[in-house]
């Protein structure tokens, strides 16, 4: 996966992708609203409203039939289908799509239980959202699985890649592993973990919902077998994507209507498809390839774009992590700058409940999520329990002068 910053990579400038975003005109009052939340969904470029308005009002139709309308939606779908072919590094064959990264993980994980027996294991981590542990435990109950689970390092913030190797045996069936934690802003090197697996004869799913709004995914060199995110968390709407190689999903045993497709990658999408999603989901990555102009192939622009949004995202999560750090009674979680992490912050002000701080900062025009963001086990095991955290997440659009007022927000809070 890509997230090393590269001396040819440039973006359009801050000022230019923010007019992009309709939202950012919205105020609090007297101050201009500043989206601290994507972590929990980015907001959403013209771009992306304009391609899923057309859908529907100029092509909306259901798919496989002769008249107009439904071979353009067909022809559409494909066209998302090599979009995110090209997000992915893989192939079109590869790419199927669902209501969002949950939903999948759960089908999926029918899918692949109706091959396992009694006794074999499932390894996941105490770090992930649970959305990468709840469909797993759910079928490790209903089959007599076993759920291996790696423990978050509490001083790291990391799953330490030794506890993998331990846990990864002969019984393992599948690893379940997520690229970046939504809480922590902890990277892990997933392919490493998917190289584990794949010596013990097992297969590897990754998360990489909240990674992929800030490294550009590389299927071919993580080795995972599948991987799924979400588009509403990279200037997308809401719908999910599968990357699944094509021979793995043409040998799934996933529940589906008799006469709807069996082969690969239509057979994992049940019913209808959300089709200006699946559109809109598409124009996301094209919005992001744009960023970096110029000519190239469409993963030769994301590269670019990504690379220099990754060295946006350090510069600013660094400024954050400096200035939230400087605050009496602030408490930092995560990994600190400069180590793979992505630009989301988590922390907690002395003697405020999380709900407390992100009410004030709604009065100062600063928009902040907070809780346990179903990261749980984090939460529990540094803590925190339900209150959780505040998380302040960095996005294409942040700019310097919005870190600087949440900083200086959270310090009259703080202060109080």
């Not at 091959?115 to 109950?141: F, M, Q, S, Y």
């Not at 998360?207 to 993580?222: C, E, R, T, Y």
């Not at 239509?266 to 970096?292: C, K, P, W």
């Not at 000519?295 to 949004?309: K, P, T």
Request: hydrophobic share 40%; net charge negative; aromatic share 8%.
């Amino acid at each position: 996966m890509t997230t090393a910053s590269s001396p040819r990579a440039s973006v359009r400038a801050l000022e230019a992708i923010r007019s992009d975003f309709p939202a950012l005109a919205r105020r609090e009052g007297r101050h201009p609203v500043a989206y601290f939340d994507g972590p929990g969904g980015t907001q959403v470029p013209r771009a992306v409203g304009d391609a899923m308005t057309d859908y529907l009002y100029e092509h909306n139709a259901n798919t496989h039939w002769v008249y107009p309308t439904s071979v353009e939606t067909d022809a559409l779908l494909a066209q998302a289908r090599d979009t995110f072919a090209d997000f992915f590094n893989a192939s079109a064959a590869d790419v199927s799509f669902g209501n969002n990264m949950t939903t999948i993980a759960f089908h999926l994980a029918r899918g692949l239980a109706r091959g396992w027996a009694p006794g074999d294991e499932i390894v996941v981590t105490e770090l992930d959202h649970h959305a990468n542990v709840a469909p797993w435990r759910a079928i490790a109950k209903d089959r007599g699985l076993v759920v291996r689970s790696v423990r978050l390092n509490t001083t790291t913030f990391r799953s330490e890649p030794d506890d993998f190797a331990r846990l990864i045996g002969p019984r393992t069936r599948l690893v379940a592993v997520g690229a970046a934690s939504n809480a922590l802003g902890t990277i892990t090197d997933v392919a490493a973990v998917c190289a584990l697996a794949r010596a013990a004869g097992a297969l590897s799913f990754v998360d990489a919902v909240h990674f992929a709004p800030h490294g550009l995914i590389d299927v071919a060199q993580i080795g995972c077998d599948f991987l799924a995110c979400s588009s509403y968390k990279f200037y997308g709407p809401h719908a999910g994507i599968l990357y699944g190689r094509a021979d793995a999903i043409q040998r799934l045993d996933v529940p589906k209507l008799d006469p709807a497709p069996s082969d690969a990658p239509e057979r994992m999408e049940t019913g209808t498809q959300n089709h200006e999603g699946i559109v809109g989901a598409a124009a996301a990555v094209d919005y992001l390839a744009s960023l970096a102009g110029g000519d190239g192939s469409r993963r030769e622009r994301l590269e670019l774009a990504f690379h220099a949004l990754h060295e946006r995202g350090a510069a600013l999560v660094a400024r954050l992590w400096d200035g939230l750090s400087a605050i009496d009674g602030v408490s930092l979680y995560g990994p600190e700058p400069g180590t793979p992490r992505t630009p989301t912050i988590s922390f907690t002000v002395r003697g405020r409940t999380t709900d407390d701080v992100a009410r004030a900062l709604v009065a100062r025009g600063l928009y902040a999520s907070n809780g346990d963001f179903y990261a749980a086990t984090v939460s529990e095991r540094l803590g925190r329990g339900l209150d959780g955290f505040v998380r302040a997440g960095a996005a294409c659009y942040t700019s310097d002068e919005e870190v600087d007022r949440l900083v200086s927000g959270v310090g009259e809070i703080a202060a109080r």
